[in-house]
């Protein structure tokens, strides 16, 4: 079992911006295959945010190419979500998720979610 930990969520000013963190409880994790943040608000479906593999190749979603950057820390298996020029449209709550690679044979990838951490931006 893998827990994952959000911080840097609150409240902010349109046009603010915020730096979210993930990192995994267990040390004994070596490297995530793939770290990726997600949003959900009421009424809403859950939307890819941004993610980054193990090689580092990045995805941005479309509503936040060029306002949302990841990166990751492979010593501390961190993951970072720098967010800038948020708009009231960005609140939600978001959630880091983590993807451990599978064995063939033995188990297949699994995936980790944290709690979320809640944004929330007002004009």
């Known amino acids: 079992q893998v827990q994952l930990t959000e911080s840097g969520g609150g409240l902010v000013q349109a046009g603010g911006s915020l730096r979210l963190s993930c990192s995994t409880s267990d040390t004994r994790e070596s490297s995530f295959k793939m770290m990726a943040w997600y949003r959900q608000a009421p009424g809403k479906e859950r939307e890819l945010v941004a993610e980054?593999?193990?090689?580092?190749?990045?995805r941005i979603g479309d509503s936040m190419k060029g306002r949302a950057f990841i990166s990751r820390n492979g010593g501390e298996n961190t993951a970072y979500l720098q967010m800038n020029n948020l708009r009231p449209e960005d609140t939600a709550m978001y959630f880091c998720?983590?993807?451990?690679?599978?064995?063939?044979?033995?188990?297949?990838?699994?995936?980790?979610w944290g709690q979320g951490t809640q944004v929330t931006v007002v004009s």
């Open positions: 980054i593999s193990r090689p580092g190749n990045i």
């Open positions: 998720n983590a993807t451990s690679e599978g064995v063939p044979g033995f188990y297949a990838e699994r995936h980790w």
